[in-house]
């Protein structure tokens, strides 16, 4: 009977805490969106950036299989914004991006295969489209960090800086 109990002791602290510990983004990465004018570094309010295809159409999440949030509907991308009050330092909502344009994705995401459609709704700039690349990707979990640190060739959490050219 010792030896049983022993034995389950054991198994029990094997899983319990023999676990790798999780970070709680593991399953989701975001996109950051950088747009400003050639020599200034002001975010440009008022601008709908969209994931879309090679053809510049909507990008529709089926089924969540590209980003947790947003099913079945179209990838737009929103404004971080500030969450301190009045009268206290900046704190932004994803404090590790700033003034940007954020879309949360899967860890999954194949970048590579997509484009942002960046449009002024106040139609001073001009209409571009970026290819993503896999390095795009803002990836929140150390381990995966500590993975990509290894590696040769242009790194994460860097925002994709786009230069508006004025229509």
Request: hydrophobic letters at 35%; aromatic letters at 14%.
């Amino acid at each position: 009977m010792k030896t049983k109990l022993s034995f389950l002791f054991l198994l029990f602290s094997m899983f319990t805490f023999g676990q790798v510990p999780h970070c709680g983004f593991d399953f989701t990465s975001y996109l950051v969106v950088k747009a400003h004018e050639e020599g200034k570094s002001d975010n440009i309010s008022d601008l709908k950036i969209t994931l879309v295809n090679e053809k510049g159409e909507e990008v529709i999440n089926e089924n969540n299989k590209y980003s947790w949030k947003l099913g079945n509907q179209p990838l737009i991308f929103s404004k971080n914004y500030v969450i301190s009050k009045p009268n206290e330092p900046i704190k932004w909502f994803f404090p590790y991006a700033g003034d940007t344009y954020l879309l949360s994705v899967t860890n999954t995401f194949p970048a590579e295969e997509f484009y942002i459609k960046i449009q002024d709704t106040k139609g001073k700039f001009k209409e571009q489209l970026v290819q993503l690349q896999a390095f795009n990707m803002y990836i929140l979990c150390s381990s995966e960090n500590e993975r990509q640190a290894r590696t040769f060739g242009p790194r994460t959490n860097n925002p994709i800086d786009v230069v508006l050219v004025k229509d």
